[in-house]
Protein backbone atom coordinates (compact mmCIF):
# COMPACT_ATOMS: atom_id res chain seq x y z
CA UNK A 1 0.00 0.00 0.00
CA UNK A 2 2.56 2.39 1.10
CA UNK A 3 4.70 1.58 -2.54
CA UNK A 4 1.07 2.12 -4.47
CA UNK A 5 1.25 5.37 -2.82
CA UNK A 6 4.58 6.29 -3.30
CA UNK A 7 4.53 5.62 -6.60
CA UNK A 8 1.14 7.80 -7.53
CA UNK A 9 2.99 10.53 -5.34
CA UNK A 10 6.01 10.09 -7.69
CA UNK A 11 3.96 9.76 -10.83
CA UNK A 12 2.04 13.22 -10.00
CA UNK A 13 5.32 14.84 -9.10
CA UNK A 14 6.76 13.97 -12.40
CA UNK A 15 3.67 15.18 -14.51
CA UNK A 16 4.17 18.50 -12.57
CA UNK A 17 8.02 18.90 -13.54
CA UNK A 18 7.28 17.65 -16.76
CA UNK A 19 4.15 20.91 -17.03
CA UNK A 20 6.88 23.23 -15.51
CA UNK A 21 9.67 21.99 -18.40
CA UNK A 22 6.46 23.45 -21.09
CA UNK A 23 6.29 26.26 -18.92
CA UNK A 24 9.70 27.51 -19.13
CA UNK A 25 9.88 26.81 -22.79
CA UNK A 26 7.17 29.11 -23.30
CA UNK A 27 8.95 31.32 -21.37
CA UNK A 28 12.19 31.13 -23.51
CA UNK A 29 9.90 31.54 -26.39
CA UNK A 30 8.42 34.57 -25.07
CA UNK A 31 12.00 36.06 -24.16
CA UNK A 32 13.46 35.44 -27.85
CA UNK A 33 10.39 37.21 -29.30
CA UNK A 34 11.26 40.57 -27.65
CA UNK A 35 14.83 40.01 -27.98
CA UNK A 36 13.87 40.14 -31.91
CA UNK A 37 11.67 43.24 -31.68
CA UNK A 38 14.50 44.87 -29.91
CA UNK A 39 17.12 43.96 -32.32
CA UNK A 40 14.92 45.77 -34.89
CA UNK A 41 13.57 48.44 -33.45
CA UNK A 42 17.86 49.38 -32.66
CA UNK A 43 18.35 48.63 -36.28
CA UNK A 44 15.26 50.74 -37.06
CA UNK A 45 17.03 53.77 -34.72
CA UNK A 46 20.23 53.00 -36.28
CA UNK A 47 18.71 53.68 -39.91
CA UNK A 48 17.00 57.42 -38.52
CA UNK A 49 20.18 57.89 -36.79
CA UNK A 50 22.29 57.76 -40.00
CA UNK A 51 19.84 59.69 -41.91
CA UNK A 52 20.00 62.53 -39.34
CA UNK A 53 23.93 62.69 -39.09
CA UNK A 54 25.61 60.36 -42.15
CA UNK A 55 27.52 58.11 -39.14
CA UNK A 56 29.15 54.91 -40.62
CA UNK A 57 28.94 53.56 -37.58
CA UNK A 58 24.74 54.19 -37.38
CA UNK A 59 24.66 51.72 -40.62
CA UNK A 60 26.50 48.80 -39.16
CA UNK A 61 24.53 48.97 -35.94
CA UNK A 62 21.29 48.73 -38.78
CA UNK A 63 22.96 45.63 -40.53
CA UNK A 64 24.57 43.81 -36.99
CA UNK A 65 21.11 44.49 -35.33
CA UNK A 66 19.20 43.03 -38.25
CA UNK A 67 21.25 40.01 -38.32
CA UNK A 68 20.18 39.35 -34.51
CA UNK A 69 16.87 39.87 -35.50
CA UNK A 70 16.63 37.71 -38.33
CA UNK A 71 18.56 35.03 -35.85
CA UNK A 72 16.21 35.64 -32.91
CA UNK A 73 13.04 35.06 -35.69
CA UNK A 74 14.68 31.91 -36.66
CA UNK A 75 14.92 30.53 -32.91
CA UNK A 76 11.28 31.52 -32.59
CA UNK A 77 10.27 29.42 -35.70
CA UNK A 78 12.82 26.44 -34.04
CA UNK A 79 11.16 26.49 -30.77
CA UNK A 80 7.37 26.25 -31.74
CA UNK A 81 8.01 23.47 -34.38
CA UNK A 82 6.26 21.30 -31.70
CA UNK A 83 3.01 23.29 -32.12
CA UNK A 84 1.81 23.66 -35.61
CA UNK A 85 -0.24 26.90 -35.25
CA UNK A 86 1.93 28.92 -33.39
CA UNK A 87 4.66 27.63 -35.78
CA UNK A 88 2.89 29.43 -38.32
CA UNK A 89 2.72 32.62 -36.85
CA UNK A 90 6.37 32.39 -36.23
CA UNK A 91 7.08 31.69 -39.82
CA UNK A 92 4.98 34.85 -40.79
CA UNK A 93 6.80 36.92 -38.30
CA UNK A 94 10.19 35.57 -39.43
CA UNK A 95 9.52 36.79 -42.92
CA UNK A 96 7.94 40.16 -42.02
CA UNK A 97 11.06 40.66 -39.71
CA UNK A 98 13.03 39.41 -42.87
CA UNK A 99 11.29 41.67 -45.46
CA UNK A 100 11.61 44.54 -42.65
CA UNK A 101 15.39 43.97 -42.09
CA UNK A 102 16.15 44.14 -45.56
CA UNK A 103 14.25 47.06 -46.15
CA UNK A 104 16.15 49.43 -43.25
CA UNK A 105 19.42 47.88 -45.19
CA UNK A 106 17.57 49.01 -48.68
CA UNK A 107 17.11 52.61 -46.97
CA UNK A 108 20.67 52.89 -45.82
CA UNK A 109 22.10 52.56 -48.87
CA UNK A 110 20.02 54.98 -50.52
CA UNK A 111 20.79 57.12 -48.35
CA UNK A 112 23.89 57.15 -49.30
CA UNK A 113 23.45 57.70 -52.67
CA UNK A 114 20.96 60.17 -52.67
CA UNK A 115 18.35 57.58 -54.52
CA UNK A 116 14.88 60.20 -54.31
CA UNK A 117 13.02 56.25 -53.87
CA UNK A 118 14.53 56.80 -50.16
CA UNK A 119 11.16 58.27 -48.95
CA UNK A 120 8.80 55.54 -50.39
CA UNK A 121 11.29 52.91 -48.88
CA UNK A 122 10.95 54.74 -45.49
CA UNK A 123 7.19 54.43 -45.71
CA UNK A 124 7.08 50.69 -46.86
CA UNK A 125 9.46 50.34 -43.50
CA UNK A 126 6.73 52.18 -41.30
CA UNK A 127 3.94 49.61 -42.74
CA UNK A 128 6.02 46.61 -42.66
CA UNK A 129 6.81 47.57 -38.86
CA UNK A 130 3.20 48.38 -37.69
CA UNK A 131 3.06 45.01 -39.43
CA UNK A 132 5.56 42.84 -37.22
CA UNK A 133 4.56 44.51 -34.28
CA UNK A 134 0.86 43.34 -34.72
CA UNK A 135 1.96 39.70 -35.76
CA UNK A 136 4.38 39.82 -33.15
CA UNK A 137 1.68 40.67 -30.59
CA UNK A 138 -0.66 37.76 -32.10
CA UNK A 139 2.09 35.30 -31.43
CA UNK A 140 2.64 36.92 -28.31
CA UNK A 141 -0.46 36.60 -26.91
CA UNK A 142 -1.57 33.26 -27.87
CA UNK A 143 2.05 32.15 -26.20
CA UNK A 144 1.41 33.63 -22.73
CA UNK A 145 -2.29 32.00 -22.71
CA UNK A 146 -0.30 28.85 -23.76
CA UNK A 147 2.04 29.75 -20.58
CA UNK A 148 -0.84 30.07 -18.46
CA UNK A 149 -2.56 26.90 -19.61
CA UNK A 150 0.94 25.18 -18.78
CA UNK A 151 0.89 26.90 -15.55
CA UNK A 152 -2.88 25.75 -14.38
CA UNK A 153 -1.95 22.23 -15.28
CA UNK A 154 1.49 21.92 -13.19
CA UNK A 155 -0.70 23.77 -10.52
CA UNK A 156 -3.31 20.77 -10.78
CA UNK A 157 -0.85 18.30 -10.61
CA UNK A 158 0.75 19.84 -7.16
CA UNK A 159 -3.09 19.92 -6.12
CA UNK A 160 -3.09 15.92 -7.00
CA UNK A 161 0.08 15.51 -4.97
CA UNK A 162 -1.82 17.63 -2.09
CA UNK A 163 -4.46 15.48 -1.93
CA UNK A 164 -2.46 11.73 -2.58
CA UNK A 165 -0.48 13.15 0.78
CA UNK A 166 -3.60 14.26 2.39
CA UNK A 167 -5.19 11.66 1.85
CA UNK A 168 -2.08 8.89 2.08
CA UNK A 169 -1.56 10.04 5.95
CA UNK A 170 -4.48 8.58 7.33
CA UNK A 171 -3.65 5.16 5.77
CA UNK A 172 0.20 5.06 6.48
CA UNK A 173 -1.23 6.11 10.02
CA UNK A 174 -3.79 3.18 10.38
CA UNK A 175 -0.99 0.90 8.89
CA UNK A 176 1.53 1.68 11.50
CA UNK A 177 -0.88 1.63 14.37
CA UNK A 178 -1.94 -1.94 13.41
CA UNK A 179 1.58 -2.82 12.90
CA UNK A 180 2.45 -1.20 15.84
CA UNK A 181 0.18 -3.61 17.82
CA UNK A 182 2.91 -6.04 17.20
CA UNK A 183 6.38 -3.71 16.84
CA UNK A 184 4.70 -0.96 19.34
CA UNK A 185 8.22 -0.94 21.42
CA UNK A 186 10.82 -1.25 18.26
CA UNK A 187 9.04 1.25 16.07
CA UNK A 188 7.55 3.37 18.46
CA UNK A 189 10.17 6.39 18.20
CA UNK A 190 9.98 6.21 14.46
CA UNK A 191 6.71 5.91 13.71
CA UNK A 192 6.20 9.15 15.61
CA UNK A 193 8.64 10.98 14.07
CA UNK A 194 7.40 10.06 10.77
CA UNK A 195 4.14 11.13 12.04
CA UNK A 196 5.58 14.35 12.89
CA UNK A 197 7.56 14.73 9.84
CA UNK A 198 4.74 14.20 7.64
CA UNK A 199 2.09 16.74 9.37
CA UNK A 200 4.65 19.68 8.60
CA UNK A 201 5.39 18.03 5.28
CA UNK A 202 3.89 21.31 3.17
CA UNK A 203 6.08 23.47 5.82
CA UNK A 204 9.17 22.18 3.90
CA UNK A 205 10.08 19.91 7.18
CA UNK A 206 12.61 17.17 6.64
CA UNK A 207 13.22 13.73 8.77
CA UNK A 208 16.18 14.15 10.94
CA UNK A 209 18.04 11.21 12.98
CA UNK A 210 18.16 7.68 13.29
CA UNK A 211 15.11 5.56 12.25
CA UNK A 212 15.80 2.58 14.05
CA UNK A 213 15.40 0.29 10.89
CA UNK A 214 16.66 0.02 7.20
CA UNK A 215 13.46 -0.22 6.17
CA UNK A 216 12.35 3.33 7.81
CA UNK A 217 15.88 5.23 7.02
CA UNK A 218 14.98 4.46 3.47
CA UNK A 219 11.10 5.39 3.95
CA UNK A 220 12.45 8.84 5.84
CA UNK A 221 15.10 9.68 2.08
CA UNK A 222 11.76 9.14 0.04
CA UNK A 223 9.94 11.86 2.05
CA UNK A 224 12.95 14.19 2.08
CA UNK A 225 13.60 13.70 -1.39
CA UNK A 226 9.68 14.37 -1.90
CA UNK A 227 9.86 17.75 0.25
CA UNK A 228 13.05 18.82 -1.30
CA UNK A 229 11.39 18.31 -4.77
CA UNK A 230 7.80 20.16 -4.01
CA UNK A 231 9.76 22.87 -2.38
CA UNK A 232 11.71 23.37 -5.64
CA UNK A 233 8.43 22.75 -7.58
CA UNK A 234 6.30 25.89 -5.56
CA UNK A 235 10.11 28.08 -5.52
CA UNK A 236 9.97 27.55 -9.36
CA UNK A 237 6.43 28.48 -9.69
CA UNK A 238 6.69 31.28 -7.49
CA UNK A 239 10.04 33.00 -10.31
CA UNK A 240 7.76 31.67 -12.93
CA UNK A 241 4.44 33.88 -11.55
CA UNK A 242 6.62 36.74 -10.98
CA UNK A 243 8.36 36.61 -14.52
CA UNK A 244 4.95 36.25 -16.22
CA UNK A 245 3.59 39.24 -13.77
CA UNK A 246 6.23 41.43 -15.54
CA UNK A 247 5.60 40.20 -18.52
CA UNK A 248 2.34 41.29 -18.66
CA UNK A 249 3.20 44.95 -17.42
CA UNK A 250 5.98 45.61 -19.79
CA UNK A 251 2.67 44.13 -22.37
CA UNK A 252 0.39 46.77 -21.05
CA UNK A 253 2.78 49.33 -21.02
CA UNK A 254 3.71 48.63 -24.83
CA UNK A 255 0.12 48.55 -25.64
CA UNK A 256 -0.42 51.77 -24.21
CA UNK A 257 2.61 53.12 -26.18
CA UNK A 258 1.25 51.72 -29.45
CA UNK A 259 -2.05 52.95 -28.58
CA UNK A 260 -0.32 56.73 -27.80
CA UNK A 261 1.48 56.39 -30.96
CA UNK A 262 -1.71 55.50 -33.36
CA UNK A 263 -3.48 58.23 -32.05
CA UNK A 264 -0.44 60.68 -33.17
CA UNK A 265 0.23 59.09 -36.28
CA UNK A 266 -3.76 59.20 -37.20
CA UNK A 267 -3.23 63.31 -36.08
CA UNK A 268 -0.18 63.39 -38.19
CA UNK A 269 -2.01 62.00 -41.47
CA UNK A 270 -4.89 64.70 -41.02
CA UNK A 271 -2.16 67.49 -40.79
CA UNK A 272 -0.04 65.57 -43.88
CA UNK A 273 -2.94 65.28 -46.15
CA UNK A 274 -3.99 68.96 -45.40
CA UNK A 275 0.02 70.62 -46.03
CA UNK A 276 0.13 68.76 -49.27
CA UNK A 277 -3.27 70.73 -50.24
CA UNK A 278 -1.84 73.63 -49.05
CA UNK A 279 -1.83 76.02 -51.65
CA UNK A 280 0.07 79.27 -50.67
CA UNK A 281 2.29 80.47 -47.35
CA UNK A 282 -0.41 81.59 -45.51
CA UNK A 283 -2.71 77.68 -46.10
CA UNK A 284 0.61 75.95 -45.07
CA UNK A 285 1.26 78.25 -41.76
CA UNK A 286 -2.54 78.02 -40.64
CA UNK A 287 -2.06 74.03 -41.00
CA UNK A 288 1.62 74.06 -38.71
CA UNK A 289 -0.02 76.72 -36.34
CA UNK A 290 -3.34 73.88 -35.70
CA UNK A 291 -1.75 70.59 -35.55
CA UNK A 292 1.61 71.07 -34.18
CA UNK A 293 0.53 72.60 -30.83
CA UNK A 294 -1.66 69.23 -30.70
CA UNK A 295 0.75 66.67 -31.55
CA UNK A 296 3.73 68.90 -29.15
CA UNK A 297 1.59 70.49 -26.29
CA UNK A 298 2.29 73.31 -23.90
CA UNK A 299 5.68 73.58 -26.55
CA UNK A 300 5.45 77.31 -28.23
CA UNK A 301 8.07 77.27 -31.30
CA UNK A 302 8.07 78.60 -34.79
CA UNK A 303 9.00 76.95 -38.03
CA UNK A 304 11.60 78.33 -40.18
CA UNK A 305 11.74 77.58 -43.77
CA UNK A 306 15.16 77.97 -46.25
CA UNK A 307 15.07 80.54 -48.66
CA UNK A 308 17.59 79.78 -51.14
CA UNK A 309 17.55 82.81 -52.82
CA UNK A 310 18.46 84.73 -50.17
CA UNK A 311 20.21 82.00 -48.24
CA UNK A 312 17.95 82.85 -44.97
CA UNK A 313 15.81 80.82 -42.50
CA UNK A 314 12.46 82.86 -42.64
CA UNK A 315 9.46 82.20 -40.36
CA UNK A 316 6.78 80.68 -41.78
CA UNK A 317 4.57 80.11 -38.69
CA UNK A 318 4.92 80.18 -34.72
CA UNK A 319 2.59 79.01 -32.23
CA UNK A 320 1.67 79.07 -28.19
CA UNK A 321 2.21 83.30 -27.96
CA UNK A 322 5.85 82.80 -29.60
CA UNK A 323 6.80 85.77 -30.86
CA UNK A 324 9.71 86.07 -33.72
CA UNK A 325 11.61 88.06 -36.11
CA UNK A 326 10.23 88.54 -39.96
CA UNK A 327 13.37 88.71 -41.19
CA UNK A 328 14.94 85.62 -40.34
CA UNK A 329 18.65 84.57 -39.62
CA UNK A 330 21.31 82.67 -41.47
CA UNK A 331 21.98 79.17 -41.45
CA UNK A 332 25.21 79.58 -39.77
CA UNK A 333 23.61 80.64 -37.07
CA UNK A 334 21.69 77.26 -36.22
CA UNK A 335 24.34 74.70 -34.40
CA UNK A 336 21.58 72.20 -35.69
CA UNK A 337 21.78 73.11 -39.34
CA UNK A 338 25.27 73.18 -38.63
CA UNK A 339 25.71 69.56 -37.13
CA UNK A 340 22.99 68.06 -39.14
CA UNK A 341 21.19 67.00 -35.85
CA UNK A 342 18.93 67.98 -33.02
CA UNK A 343 20.82 70.57 -30.92
CA UNK A 344 18.96 71.81 -27.43
CA UNK A 345 19.74 73.38 -24.15
CA UNK A 346 17.98 72.09 -21.37
CA UNK A 347 19.83 75.03 -18.78
CA UNK A 348 21.69 77.63 -18.66
CA UNK A 349 25.79 76.88 -19.40
CA UNK A 350 24.59 73.19 -20.81
CA UNK A 351 25.78 73.57 -24.44
CA UNK A 352 26.03 76.85 -26.69
CA UNK A 353 22.77 78.59 -27.72
CA UNK A 354 22.09 79.33 -31.25
CA UNK A 355 22.87 82.60 -32.53
CA UNK A 356 19.52 83.17 -33.68
CA UNK A 357 18.28 82.13 -30.07
CA UNK A 358 20.35 84.11 -28.10
CA UNK A 359 20.72 87.86 -29.59
CA UNK A 360 23.02 88.97 -26.97
CA UNK A 361 26.41 88.10 -25.82
CA UNK A 362 24.81 86.66 -22.08
CA UNK A 363 23.86 82.95 -21.91
CA UNK A 364 20.11 82.48 -22.70
CA UNK A 365 18.13 81.69 -19.78
CA UNK A 366 15.29 79.55 -20.60
CA UNK A 367 15.96 76.05 -22.30
CA UNK A 368 14.72 75.08 -25.94
CA UNK A 369 15.49 72.93 -28.66
CA UNK A 370 16.11 73.13 -32.46
CA UNK A 371 15.14 70.56 -34.96
CA UNK A 372 17.03 70.73 -38.66
CA UNK A 373 14.79 69.39 -40.99
CA UNK A 374 16.63 68.11 -43.87
CA UNK A 375 15.61 66.15 -47.64
CA UNK A 376 18.48 64.65 -49.34
CA UNK A 377 20.95 65.77 -47.52
CA UNK A 378 19.23 69.47 -48.68
CA UNK A 379 18.63 71.84 -45.68
CA UNK A 380 14.88 72.16 -45.96
CA UNK A 381 13.99 74.53 -42.71
CA UNK A 382 14.46 74.16 -39.02
CA UNK A 383 12.11 73.54 -36.24
CA UNK A 384 12.78 75.77 -33.26
CA UNK A 385 10.72 74.75 -29.72
CA UNK A 386 11.04 76.32 -26.55
CA UNK A 387 11.19 74.40 -23.73
CA UNK A 388 12.42 70.62 -23.22
CA UNK A 389 11.68 67.54 -25.44
CA UNK A 390 10.79 64.94 -23.09
CA UNK A 391 11.70 61.49 -23.84
CA UNK A 392 7.90 60.70 -24.25
CA UNK A 393 7.88 63.34 -26.52
CA UNK A 394 11.04 62.17 -29.14
CA UNK A 395 8.95 59.85 -31.28
CA UNK A 396 6.56 62.59 -31.96
CA UNK A 397 8.80 65.23 -33.03
CA UNK A 398 10.37 62.50 -35.09
CA UNK A 399 7.61 61.87 -37.14
CA UNK A 400 6.37 65.60 -36.81
CA UNK A 401 9.55 66.64 -38.51
CA UNK A 402 9.51 64.36 -41.17
CA UNK A 403 6.14 65.38 -42.33
CA UNK A 404 6.86 68.62 -42.20
CA UNK A 405 9.91 68.28 -43.87
CA UNK A 406 8.31 66.47 -46.69
CA UNK A 407 5.52 68.99 -46.88
CA UNK A 408 7.82 71.84 -46.96
CA UNK A 409 9.71 69.81 -50.13
CA UNK A 410 6.38 69.63 -52.06
CA UNK A 411 5.37 73.13 -51.16
CA UNK A 412 8.61 74.41 -52.26
CA UNK A 413 8.21 72.14 -56.07
CA UNK A 414 4.71 73.09 -56.69
CA UNK A 415 5.58 77.05 -56.67
CA UNK A 416 8.23 75.93 -58.59
CA UNK A 417 5.75 74.52 -61.12
CA UNK A 418 4.02 77.26 -60.65
CA UNK A 419 6.17 79.56 -61.57
CA UNK A 420 6.81 77.68 -64.79
CA UNK A 421 3.73 78.03 -65.77
CA UNK A 422 3.71 81.55 -65.39
CA UNK A 423 7.42 82.89 -66.69
CA UNK A 424 8.95 83.23 -70.02
CA UNK A 425 11.51 81.12 -69.66
CA UNK A 426 13.80 83.10 -72.04
CA UNK A 427 13.72 86.28 -70.55
CA UNK A 428 12.25 85.29 -66.86
CA UNK A 429 9.42 87.72 -67.24
CA UNK A 430 5.80 87.03 -66.79
CA UNK A 431 4.43 85.35 -70.10
CA UNK A 432 0.77 86.35 -71.66
CA UNK A 433 -1.43 84.17 -69.98
CA UNK A 434 -0.52 85.36 -66.68
CA UNK A 435 -0.57 89.02 -68.15
CA UNK A 436 -4.34 88.10 -69.01
CA UNK A 437 -5.00 86.96 -65.40
CA UNK A 438 -3.67 89.43 -63.70
CA UNK A 439 -5.25 92.52 -65.98
CA UNK A 440 -8.17 91.04 -65.30
CA UNK A 441 -8.06 91.18 -61.86
CA UNK A 442 -6.29 94.59 -61.75
CA UNK A 443 -9.27 96.07 -63.87
CA UNK A 444 -11.82 94.19 -61.19
CA UNK A 445 -9.75 96.03 -58.49
CA UNK A 446 -10.13 99.39 -60.13
CA UNK A 447 -13.60 99.16 -61.29
CA UNK A 448 -14.31 98.62 -57.12
CA UNK A 449 -12.12 101.51 -56.02
CA UNK A 450 -12.21 103.89 -58.43
CA UNK A 451 -8.57 103.99 -58.67
CA UNK A 452 -6.38 104.45 -61.79
CA UNK A 453 -4.92 101.54 -63.68
CA UNK A 454 -2.79 101.80 -66.71
CA UNK A 455 -1.17 99.76 -69.34
CA UNK A 456 2.24 99.91 -71.57
CA UNK A 457 2.64 97.80 -74.72
CA UNK A 458 5.61 98.77 -76.33
CA UNK A 459 8.34 96.39 -78.47
CA UNK A 460 11.61 96.73 -79.79
CA UNK A 461 12.51 98.50 -82.81
CA UNK A 462 13.81 96.59 -85.95
CA UNK A 463 13.69 93.95 -84.21
CA UNK A 464 13.92 91.66 -87.34
CA UNK A 465 17.32 92.99 -88.06
CA UNK A 466 18.62 91.41 -85.42
CA UNK A 467 17.73 87.97 -86.62
CA UNK A 468 18.54 88.60 -89.88
CA UNK A 469 22.48 90.20 -89.74
CA UNK A 470 23.16 88.19 -86.09
CA UNK A 471 21.31 85.20 -86.15
CA UNK A 472 18.50 84.19 -83.39
CA UNK A 473 20.73 84.04 -80.49
CA UNK A 474 21.34 87.32 -81.12
CA UNK A 475 17.60 88.48 -81.09
CA UNK A 476 17.76 86.23 -77.73
CA UNK A 477 20.21 88.34 -76.25
CA UNK A 478 18.70 91.48 -77.04
CA UNK A 479 15.20 90.56 -75.67
CA UNK A 480 17.15 89.38 -72.14
CA UNK A 481 19.23 92.85 -72.08
CA UNK A 482 16.34 94.93 -72.22
CA UNK A 483 14.10 92.52 -69.98
CA UNK A 484 16.42 93.08 -67.41
CA UNK A 485 16.57 96.86 -67.73
CA UNK A 486 12.46 97.12 -67.48
CA UNK A 487 12.98 94.74 -64.46
CA UNK A 488 15.43 97.30 -62.90
CA UNK A 489 13.76 100.56 -63.83
CA UNK A 490 10.00 99.99 -63.09
CA UNK A 491 8.54 99.79 -59.68
CA UNK A 492 7.65 96.52 -57.92
CA UNK A 493 4.42 96.81 -58.07
CA UNK A 494 4.11 96.56 -61.77
CA UNK A 495 3.96 93.78 -63.77
CA UNK A 496 6.03 93.39 -66.67
CA UNK A 497 4.88 90.64 -69.47
CA UNK A 498 6.57 89.24 -71.91
CA UNK A 499 3.61 89.66 -74.84
CA UNK A 500 4.97 87.29 -77.73
CA UNK A 501 7.92 88.35 -79.52
CA UNK A 502 9.77 91.11 -79.49
CA UNK A 503 6.39 92.62 -77.81
CA UNK A 504 5.88 93.55 -74.21
CA UNK A 505 3.19 94.68 -71.67
CA UNK A 506 3.36 96.09 -68.10
CA UNK A 507 0.68 96.68 -65.81
CA UNK A 508 1.10 99.40 -63.77
CA UNK A 509 -1.66 99.32 -60.78
CA UNK A 510 -2.42 103.64 -59.15
CA UNK A 511 -0.77 105.36 -61.90
CA UNK A 512 -2.57 107.55 -64.79
CA UNK A 513 -0.94 107.77 -68.05
CA UNK A 514 0.44 111.21 -67.98
CA UNK A 515 2.20 109.99 -64.71
CA UNK A 516 3.05 106.70 -66.29
CA UNK A 517 4.88 108.18 -69.08
CA UNK A 518 7.12 110.41 -67.10
CA UNK A 519 9.13 106.98 -66.20
CA UNK A 520 8.02 105.12 -69.20
CA UNK A 521 10.13 107.81 -71.13
CA UNK A 522 13.45 107.32 -68.11
CA UNK A 523 13.71 103.43 -69.21
CA UNK A 524 13.14 104.34 -72.82
CA UNK A 525 16.61 106.39 -72.53
CA UNK A 526 17.74 104.00 -70.86
CA UNK A 527 17.49 100.79 -73.13
CA UNK A 528 18.67 103.19 -75.83
CA UNK A 529 21.88 103.79 -74.14
CA UNK A 530 22.68 99.75 -73.83
CA UNK A 531 25.16 97.97 -75.49
CA UNK A 532 24.15 94.76 -76.13
CA UNK A 533 27.23 91.88 -76.97
CA UNK A 534 26.73 88.43 -78.12
CA UNK A 535 29.66 85.74 -79.18
CA UNK A 536 32.39 88.35 -79.07
CA UNK A 537 30.44 91.07 -80.84
CA UNK A 538 28.65 94.26 -80.23
CA UNK A 539 24.85 94.56 -81.77
CA UNK A 540 24.58 98.29 -82.14
CA UNK A 541 22.12 100.35 -80.62
CA UNK A 542 18.74 99.23 -79.42
CA UNK A 543 15.75 101.51 -79.11
CA UNK A 544 12.19 100.56 -78.21
CA UNK A 545 8.49 102.52 -78.45
CA UNK A 546 5.97 102.37 -75.80
CA UNK A 547 2.34 103.08 -75.96
CA UNK A 548 0.27 104.02 -72.83
CA UNK A 549 -3.33 103.94 -72.01
CA UNK A 550 -5.67 104.17 -68.88
CA UNK A 551 -8.41 101.92 -68.02
CA UNK A 552 -11.91 103.58 -67.75
CA UNK A 553 -15.40 102.52 -67.06
CA UNK A 554 -16.07 102.28 -70.58
CA UNK A 555 -13.83 99.46 -71.57
CA UNK A 556 -14.27 95.44 -71.46
CA UNK A 557 -13.85 94.13 -67.81
CA UNK A 558 -11.34 91.57 -69.23
CA UNK A 559 -9.14 94.02 -70.17
CA UNK A 560 -9.32 93.79 -74.26
CA UNK A 561 -9.88 97.34 -74.72
CA UNK A 562 -7.32 99.01 -72.55
CA UNK A 563 -4.89 96.69 -74.38
CA UNK A 564 -6.15 97.81 -77.68
CA UNK A 565 -5.55 101.47 -76.94
CA UNK A 566 -2.26 100.83 -75.59
CA UNK A 567 -1.47 98.95 -78.68
CA UNK A 568 -2.88 101.94 -80.90
CA UNK A 569 -0.45 104.24 -78.93
CA UNK A 570 1.96 101.74 -79.81
CA UNK A 571 1.89 102.38 -83.60
CA UNK A 572 1.25 105.69 -83.32
CA UNK A 573 4.78 105.67 -81.74
CA UNK A 574 6.17 104.02 -84.33
CA UNK A 575 4.37 106.24 -86.90
CA UNK A 576 5.70 108.94 -85.84
CA UNK A 577 9.61 107.75 -85.93
CA UNK A 578 9.90 105.19 -83.18
CA UNK A 579 12.01 105.40 -80.12
CA UNK A 580 9.29 107.26 -78.50
CA UNK A 581 6.81 106.92 -75.85
CA UNK A 582 2.89 107.81 -77.30
CA UNK A 583 -0.37 108.04 -75.03
CA UNK A 584 -3.52 106.83 -76.11
CA UNK A 585 -5.15 109.76 -78.39
CA UNK A 586 -8.50 109.39 -76.49
CA UNK A 587 -6.67 110.08 -72.86
CA UNK A 588 -5.10 113.17 -75.05
CA UNK A 589 -8.66 114.14 -76.27
CA UNK A 590 -9.68 114.26 -72.77
CA UNK A 591 -7.10 116.41 -71.63
CA UNK A 592 -7.36 118.77 -74.40
CA UNK A 593 -11.09 119.06 -73.83
CA UNK A 594 -10.63 119.34 -70.18
CA UNK A 595 -8.28 122.48 -70.76
CA UNK A 596 -10.23 124.41 -73.60
CA UNK A 597 -13.17 123.93 -70.95
CA UNK A 598 -10.68 125.64 -68.14
CA UNK A 599 -9.52 128.60 -70.31
CA UNK A 600 -12.98 129.24 -71.21
Known amino acids: MLVLFAALLLDEAGRMHSSLGWVAHSSEVLKTANQAMGHLRNAEGGERGFLLNRDADQATLVDSEGLLARRAAASIAQLTLDNPSQNARAQNVRALIDERAANLHLSVEQIRKGDPEQDATTARGRLLMLL ?185 AAWGGLEVESGGFAPDQCWALRRGQSHFVTQPGADIVCAHVLGSAEPHPEPYHCEPLLAGGEVIGVLYLKGVVKADNRFRMTVLTENIASALVNHRLQRGLREQTIRDPLTGLFNRRYMEETLALEVARASRSGGALSLVMCDVDHFKRYNDEFGHDAGDAVLQAVSAEMRKRFRDGDVICRFGGEEFTIIAPGTTADILAGRVDLVRQAISELAVHQGGRTLGAVTMSFGIASWDESMERDGSTLITAADAALYRAKRDGRNRVAVDQRLLDKVREKAEAEAG
Open 132 to 316: VEARLGDFLTEERMLSNTRMATAGSHLDGIRWLVLGGVPIALLLVVLMGLVLIRRIRRPVEAMVAVMSQLGAGERIEGAMGSQEFERLAQGYNAMADELAMAVSDQNNIEERLRLANLELSRNGEELRERGEVIELLGGMAHRMQAARTDEELASVIRVFVPRVLTDMPGALYAHNNSRNLLVPI
